[in-house]
């Protein structure tokens, strides 16, 4: 029953994951947490194995979706090395920081992180981007309905951005797409496709190095892992062909949905816990 149980829970994340850019683990994380609580089908979940797992599973979720997304033309390769050169070390710290963290404050603190990223979403046509110097980084990217949509950044401010993102990502394990997506959408005013699909390529890069750090710190419940990693890898294919079909705003708005239910169920599970 457990192994048809989350290879449903894994197939569910990614696609989810896929289509929004999230890489899963926020999906897989709470969901282990709550079936660990109030089931007896899954148990012995603490925070640390929660997130170890998820990240594990993040690298067939990311390594899918990215492989997929490279065939629609929709990665910028470039600005995810870019972003990588922050969210490597910031992915490492973030370990460092879940190895001691108790479970009510850690999902206190997760739903109040999800809840700001998706209200950032609301108010993002009222940001406007970053102001780009004579060294940034400008690219231009062909949206959907054949517009040439211009976007950039400053690397120095992305790289930074990029190190919380991968602090979130090692402390959460959540792949760090939930804050990334929305920095680049509101931020460097990428397109919002081209933002899902480059920041799954930069998912799969930073679940590496996590998951090898919660490898060696123990982790891991690979049993669970085995049944997670089929879902996880076929999820990621049929999210990226679910994410072609849909409009720039769609995925915005159910990824701000989304990102509100879950919040609202973490932060009255880590309030009930206390």
């Known amino acids: 029953m457990e192994w048809i149980l989350l290879l449903f829970l894994g197939l569910v994340a990614a696609i989810l994951g896929s289509i929004m850019g999230l890489g899963g683990g926020i999906i897989v994380v709470p969901a282990l ?3 660990s609580e109030y089931t007896t089908i899954i148990s012995g979940i603490t925070p640390q194995i929660a997130v170890g797992t998820s990240l594990l599973i993040m690298i067939f979720t990311g390594l899918s979706s990215t492989l997929a997304y490279l065939k629609q033309k929709t990665v910028d390769v470039k600005s995810a090395l ?21 479970v009510d404050v850690f999902l206190i603190a997760f ?6 990223i998706s209200f950032i979403l609301m108010i993002r046509k009222h940001i406007k981007p970053l102001k780009r110097n ?13 517009e040439t949509v211009k976007y950039g950044y400053n690397p120095l401010i992305a790289i930074l951005i990029s190190f919380f993102v991968g602090m979130f990502s090692g402390l959460f394990g959540i792949g760090g797409g939930s804050l990334m997506v929305p920095a680049m959408i509101v931020l460097f005013a990428f397109p919002a496709h081209l933002a899902v699909a480059t920041s799954m390529f930069m ?5 590496i190095i996590s998951s090898f750090s919660h490898i060696s710190l123990g982790n891991i419940d690979w049993y669970y892992a085995m049944a997670l990693i089929p879902g996880a890898w076929f999820g990621g294919q049929l ?6 079909r849909m409009s720039s705003e769609a995925v915005v708005i159910l990824l701000r949905i989304f990102l ?10 880590g309030v009930s816990s206390l």
Request: proline residues 2%.
């Open 239 to 244: 999210g990226a062909a679910i994410n072609r």
């Open 134 to 146: 004579t060294k940034g980084i400008t690219r231009s990217y062909i949206n959907e309905v054949g």
């Open 33 to 35: 947490m709550i079936l």
């Open 203 to 207: 998912i799969l890069l930073s679940a």
């Open 82 to 102: 870019v972003f990588f050169i922050g969210s490597g070390p910031g992915a490492l710290f973030g370990v460092w920081l879940n190895k001691d963290i108790e």
């Open 111 to 116: 739903g109040a992180f999800i809840i700001v």
């Open 260 to 269: 509100v239910i879950i919040g609202i169920r973490l932060i009255y599970q």
